[in-house]
């Protein structure tokens, strides 16, 4: 960690100051928080795009970069995050965005609720391995009701979950523990993403 800290110190000082003042964060933090959102901007530099404003897009980008750091640990992701909304919403004042609607999502098809499904996960501080492993799933269980004819998500049911369960455990022949992990995967989907009922999950594995 001292790295990380020394390469904060003189990053973004007032900044720096404002976190102190307003003792948004422990003392001991305030250059780690610095650190994270002078390397975002470099980023943003990098990459030629606008660090102006708060880009949901860039900074989910910018998270899984560092993830590719092999010099990063697991939980390092979500302190920058948390610097960036500081920096962002706090520091420069910026509103913070309004999530899409339910019906936006639906209707934007497998890569709006891919993305909502993302951002959620995020916020709630799951692993990264744990998004990527949900997300895949989600992709094959999108595929599976694709090719059964169901286009839209609002006619997905608890019944759409049992037939791709029993499909992986007849048909792929997964173990019970990959099969929990799908299921995992679609019930966050269906509660979090779709905002639907499932019934009593017991009944559905």
């Not at 948004?24 to 102006?52: C, G, I, M, N």
């Not at 404003?53 to 989910?60: H, K, L, P, V, W």
């Not at 999108?142 to 992986?168: M, N």
Request: net charge neutral.
């Amino acid at each position: 960690m001292d790295y990380f800290a020394n390469r904060g110190q003189d990053a973004l000082p007032e900044f720096q100051k404002f976190l102190l003042d307003k003792k948004l964060v422990p003392e001991a933090k305030v250059s780690f928080f610095a650190y994270w959102v002078s390397r975002f901007l470099h980023y943003a530099q990098r990459h030629d795009f606008t660090a102006t404003e708060y880009q949901e897009s860039n900074i989910a980008a910018f998270l899984d970069d560092l993830r590719l750091d092999n010099r990063i640990l697991d939980w390092q992701p979500l302190q920058a995050e948390d610097a960036l909304k500081l920096y962002y919403f706090h520091y420069l004042g910026q509103a913070k965005p309004e999530p899409a609607s339910h019906a936006a999502i639906s209707s934007g098809g497998a890569p709006a609720v891919l993305a909502e499904m993302s951002r959620l996960i995020r916020l709630k501080h799951y692993s990264y391995s744990t998004e990527r492993t949900y997300l895949q799933w989600v992709e094959r269980f999108i595929g599976y009701v694709k090719e059964a004819g169901r286009e839209r998500f609002d006619d997905l049911t608890s019944e759409d979950i049992r037939d791709f369960l029993s499909h992986l455990a007849l048909r792929k022949r997964v173990s019970s523990s990959t099969q929990n992990q799908a299921f995992n995967a679609l019930l966050f989907l269906f509660r979090n993403v779709l905002n639907k009922e499932t019934g009593n999950p017991c009944c559905l594995i």
